[in-house]
């Protein structure tokens, strides 16, 4: 069956368009309910959101759809997407659902949902729930629940405060902040309130930034995809770094003293160092397609694995799973410490780079150079809906030279995108013009052959 309503990172679109309307969402709740509606025990799902103004009008759709099938609702309210994972386990929830669109601009919005052991669902999963929406519930095990047996919903007060106490309870217990000033960039988004009580309470004198919510301002001008507020008030504070997370706090983006950037890339090879040293690393370190060759290098050197994915934090937790492995992320800044949670988590990964600098007494500007990063170009060639340019032989022969050319010191990814009609062509290689050149031919065919 063909996707229809599921992308990579669960639902997501234009707040009150298809499918992102209290309509599709109620469905989707309906279908959610009946299938993991198991057992004759009370049935219970966890809701969480960031600050979206569009939050308003899919937690009742949501909820509903859940009272329907005679499963209890926690409403969370605002909260990161880790906590929603982490909570879902911890409550012994049969369903976790998350609403926000991430990074997105508020306009848009998305539905994640979280099975009862906390991580994301399959695609085998989702197609399940999706076939449920198209073909509705049927009599028997997926009706809607009797009137006597509908559920109910409440509001979970103390939702923060739990997430807070298991994440500070990742930092190591013999170390503290204190005395180290921190910029935390919260992006208005989820965690808006919890992030900046995480670092005081460890000690530390924080700075917060973007942490005024307004239902329109999530991600605007701040957060991981926008860092540039954060690096301002690290220099303007003499701050000794920043961190900036996005709309729903599973990204992490650092910037050091001087408000130079650390990417994802350098905090997985910061934590893989540490964690190696310390005897805790298990596996190899797995991370997608697009972690540059630099992070590959790196890590060869200290005799640690590099296991490259599909784009998307979910396929990251999938290979981690599969081979035990503790330690995944990508190059956006999602880092996946498998020893704490099951996706992932802006704070804990901040605690986890804050633990090495604190405990090594080394500025960020040193501990965020770990390898020299080989230069990597992306570009996204657009075309239309109905074109099919990965199919057309003048793309495939680009492609086939551009490999060779970049054979033995670099490497060529060709992506397209899973919700819009765009390929990413991405190169990389230690001679930077060969890249660029790279790049311009592979767009130009998919470019020429999308105009056919």
């Not at 996707?3 to 368009?17: E, I, L, Q, S």
């Not at 004198?205 to 690290?234: F, H, K, Y």
């Not at 075309?383 to 060779?404: C, K, N, Q, T, Y």
């Amino acid at each position: 069956m063909t996707r229809k309503y599921f992308g990579t990172d669960g639902m997501r679109g234009t707040a009150n368009r298809w499918p992102i309307t209290p309509e599709v969402t109620l469905r989707l709740a309906m279908a959610a309910g009946a299938v993991f509606r198991r057992g004759d025990h009370r049935h219970r799902v966890v809701i969480g959101k960031d600050t979206r103004l569009s939050g308003y009008m899919l937690e009742p759709a949501l909820t509903a759809g859940f009272i329907s099938m005679g499963m209890d609702v926690m409403l969370l309210g605002p909260l990161p997407t880790p906590a929603v994972a982490m909570l879902t386990g911890s409550m012994r929830a049969d369903l976790g659902v998350m609403i926000s669109a991430s990074h997105n601009p508020y306009q848009d919005n998305g539905i994640k949902l979280f099975g009862p052991d906390g991580y994301k669902l399959s695609d085998a999963m989702e197609s399940e729930i999706e076939a449920l929406m198209e073909n509705g519930l049927a009599d028997g095990p997926s009706a809607p629940a009797a009137p006597q047996a509908l559920g109910r919903a409440q509001r979970l007060e103390d939702a923060p405060g739990r997430y807070i106490e298991f994440v500070k309870a990742t930092f190591p217990k013999t170390l503290r902040l204190d005395g180290l000033k921190i910029v935390v960039d919260c992006a208005h988004g989820a965690a808006y309130r919890v992030a900046p009580v995480v670092f005081h309470e460890l000690g530390a004198d924080v700075i917060p930034v973007a942490v005024q919510p307004d239902g329109t301002n999530i991600n605007r001008d701040c957060g991981a995809t926008a860092p540039r507020a954060m690096r301002e008030q690290v220099v303007a504070h003499g701050a000794a770094l920043g961190l900036a997370l996005d709309g729903d706090a599973d990204r992490l983006i650092v910037c050091d003293e001087a408000g130079e950037l650390v990417d994802g890339d350098q905090l997985m090879a910061l934590i893989a160092g540490s964690w190696a040293e310390a005897g805790r690393l298990k596996g190899s370190v797995v991370a997608t397609v697009m972690s540059n060759l630099g992070l590959e290098r790196f890590l060869e050197t200290r005799g640690i694995g590099l296991t490259r994915t599909k784009v998307g934090d979910r396929y990251v937790v999938e290979a981690m799973r599969a081979s035990d492995c503790n330690l995944g992320g990508e190059q956006s800044g999602h880092i996946v410490l498998g020893d704490y949670g099951t996706t992932g988590d802006g704070l804990v990964a901040a605690l986890q780079v804050l633990a090495v600098m604190v405990a090594s007494g080394r500025p960020m500007s040193e501990l965020g150079r770990q390898f020299q990063p080989v230069p990597q170009l992306l570009n996204n060639v657009r075309f239309a809906r109905d074109a099919r340019p990965l199919e057309s032989d003048l793309v495939r022969d680009a492609i086939e030279a551009g490999e060779a050319r970049l054979a033995g010191g670099g490497r060529l990814v060709i992506r397209p995108s899973g919700t819009e009609p765009v390929i990413r062509v991405m190169a990389e290689g230690d001679d930077a013009g060969l890249v660029d050149a790279v790049v311009a031919d592979v767009s130009k065919a998919i470019e020429a052959a999308a105009n056919v």
